[in-house]
């Protein structure tokens, strides 16, 4: 089965420029999580979805975060505007339900920010 | 609050020596256990889990016990290859808490010919 899809790969900006991610979770997952990993630091979750729904966005920064799944399926993060210290990558991750079940993750986004 | 705290890295190792990463974790309630590793240009993969105390999780000749007396869960390993090279990432999710995933900072292995 595809993977968890995730673009793009790399990204560079200025501060204060805005930018956007996209990913395509694993076919039949009803749950999709965003996750910010900076450099030297285990991922932190910042938003996770069930089906269209937010379960959890207690760690996303809402004045510059947002995220958006519509049709319950793809889903984009943007950042706008960014700072130097949003540099990080962006993983992406899809589970079947909600629950204690396993979570897959794509390659992720390289966002560096200038 | 739940926290994952790991050994830093990174480890070196000979091929074919044993390997021990520490992970030792706080939760406030009931957690579930996992190691993800992470090779290098891909993303995150789930390496093992366990969901109860004494359980053990294995995969690819990697072990962890869910120790609930000694709140650990390391990873072990008798005999590393140098494809084992990658950073490896201790988690926890809390039964009931949406499957959100706390992690440890990550242990950079290195083995070596």
């Known amino acids: 089965e595809a993977g968890v899809a995730q673009s793009p790969r790399y990204k560079i900006i200025e501060k204060r420029q805005s930018v956007a991610f996209w990913c395509n979770p694993i076919?039949?997952?009803?749950?999709l999580y965003w996750y910010q990993q900076i450099l030297g630091q285990g991922p932190k979750l910042l938003i996770q979805?069930?089906?269209?729904?937010?379960?959890?966005d207690s760690q996303l920064p809402k004045d510059r975060f947002s995220a958006e799944r519509l049709k319950g399926v793809d889903s984009t993060l943007k950042i706008q505007p960014a700072k130097l210290e949003d540099s990080a990558v962006y993983l992406c991750?899809?589970?079947?339900?909600?629950?204690?079940?396993?979570?897959?993750f794509g390659q992720g986004t390289r966002l560096t920010v200038v | 609050g739940n926290s994952v705290t790991q050994m830093e890295g990174p480890v070196t190792l000979s091929e074919e020596a044993f390997l021990t990463i520490n992970c030792t974790y706080t939760?406030?309630?009931?957690?579930?256990l996992f190691w993800y590793v992470q090779y290098p240009g891909e993303g995150l993969q789930l390496l093992l889990k366990a969901t109860k105390a004494d359980d053990k999780g294995s995969n690819k000749g990697f072990e962890a016990t869910y120790r609930k007396e000694t709140t650990s869960f390391h990873l072990e390993k008798g005999s590393v290859q140098v494809s084992d090279s990658a950073v490896y990432f201790c988690?926890?999710?809390?039964?009931?808490?949406?499957?959100?995933?706390?992690f440890g900072t990550g242990t950079q292995l290195k083995v070596e010919l």
């Open positions: 988690a926890l999710t809390i039964t009931g808490g949406g499957n959100k995933l706390t």
């Open positions: 991750a899809s589970s079947f339900r909600t629950g204690n079940t396993e979570a897959f």
């Open positions: 979805f069930q089906n269209n729904g937010v379960v959890d």
């Open positions: 939760a406030t309630g009931y957690p579930s």
């Open positions: 076919s039949g997952h009803a749950t």
